[in-house]
């Protein structure tokens, strides 16, 4: 008796995870429902077989796509037909392979066409949102790289001055999808040079510009200077590979994370006065060197900020030798943290290196990649 309680119990909550895990945003309909549900709102509609397999790799991002339409049915509907058990709806249009999915711009009144973009979730939902104008809920984390039309690729990039990288990508092309996290890494490495441009521009839909450069390929990446001189870029499609390339092309000490090279905003002749300061135990030496790093500092700029930062720290080095060691700490920590506003870690970086000089053990902290 007892032991029959317990077992529909468990079954009891079986049941309701189920019901929970499978909370259905997308609508299955069938030929009894189809016409009448869809009715005259625009659709889209994944003719699907139970064991395709292509079919199930989808399933999951199609109900995230369900979802993130959910509550805006009167305007968009995202829907599926068993076109297996339901051969003869999917005959009527022309469903020949599973799956295919089919957007019903006005619904079942009008034409349908059948949907050639991606099979990833943002795909999907730009699609959804260009064609009905419906927002999804869906918020994109990975806005740096800048996104190109023909309309406005002179603006941006010929007439811009910058060092421009524009990748030439079609929605379906897997080598183009692989490379796109990197290609998100390597904008937000340039994210702080306004003289660099790291973009893109889907060629299947800004056809002018595509056609002008003869992309025929994805994806084709090609380099715009300054100057107006294009190139291909043909070198490796790792993160490191392309920040080379821009620091060569543009001018920049990017390193991957965002932050300046160990060499940015040293001064050598400071250097070689930190490094004598630094190595001599006698406090008279340090007297002497400390006062003329603090001249040498004041003499090379009133406005430069890497020379005022020399100034300072061989005065606070002077007073409290501990200061360049549990100021580099503090500086490192700083950059490595996720807090920091992107436009003054440049300042915190070049901080960083010049205390460095001081602190003679320290290393530079890495780029942050986890930004
Ligand atoms: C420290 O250096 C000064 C100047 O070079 C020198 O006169 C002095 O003897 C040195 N003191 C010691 C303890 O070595
Ligand atoms: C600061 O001065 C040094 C040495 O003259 C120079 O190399 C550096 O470019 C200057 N930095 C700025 C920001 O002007």
């Given amino acids: 008796m007892l032991g029959k309680n317990i077992l529909f119990g468990a079954f009891a909550i079986l049941a309701s995870l189920a019901a929970t895990v499978a909370a ?14 869809i009715g005259s ?6 003719f699907y077989a139970p064991w395709c397999g292509h079919c199930k790799s989808l399933a999951p991002v199609y109900e995230e796509l369900g979802q993130a339409f959910a509550g805006k049915n009167d305007k968009v509907l995202i829907a599926k037909v068993d076109a297996d058990a339901h051969r003869k709806l999917g005959s009527r249009f022309h469903v020949t392979g599973f799956p295919t999915i089919k957007w019903f711009p006005n619904g079942v009144n009008g034409n349908s066409e059948d949907y050639q973009g991606g099979r990833d979730l943002d795909s999907l939902a730009d699609f959804v949102s260009k064609q009905s ?77 595509a056609q002008k450069y003869g992309v025929t390929g994805y994806p084709t990446i090609k380099f715009f200077a300054p100057d107006g001189t294009v190139e291909d870029y043909l070198g490796g499609r790792t993160q490191q590979e392309f ?26 002749e400071l250097d070689t006065l930190a490094q004598k300061f630094v190595a ?74 010049i205390i460095s000089v001081f602190a003679e053990a320290t290393t530079a902290p890495s780029g942050k990649d986890e930004l």
């Avoid at 259905?24 to 009894?32: E, F, K, Q």
């Fill in 133 to 209: 104008g419906v927002k999804s809920s869906i918020v994109k984390v990975n806005p740096s790289v800048t996104v190109l039309t023909d309309a406005t690729f002179d603006s941006k990039v010929l007439n811009s001055g910058k060092s421009a990288l524009v990748e030439f990508y079609a929605p379906w092309c897997g080598h183009c999808k692989n490379l796109a996290p990197t290609y998100e890494k390597v904008a937000q490495d340039f994210l702080n040079e306004e003289n660099v441009l790291i973009a893109n521009l889907d060629a299947t839909v800004e056809k002018k510009v």
């Fill in 24 to 37: 259905d945003n997308v609508l299955a309909l069938t030929p009894d429902d189809f016409d009448k549900t």
């Fill in 243 to 268: 920040i080379d390339f821009m620091n060569k092309k543009a001018g920049t000490q990017r390193v991957a994370g965002g932050l300046l090279s160990a060499e940015v905003g040293r001064i050598p």
């Fill in 41 to 46: 709102t625009p659709a889209l509609v994944e």
């Fill in 280 to 353: 001599t135990q006698n406090q008279s030496e340090k007297k002497t060197l400390s006062t003329q790093g603090i001249e040498l500092a004041a003499t090379l700029s009133t406005d430069n900020a890497s020379a005022k930062y020399y100034g300072r720290f061989f005065e606070k080095a002077l007073a409290t030798p501990t200061f360049p060691t549990t100021e580099a700490a503090r500086l490192a920590k700083i950059i490595q943290g996720k807090s920091v506003n992107r436009a003054r870690l440049d300042d915190f970086s070049i901080r960083h290196n």
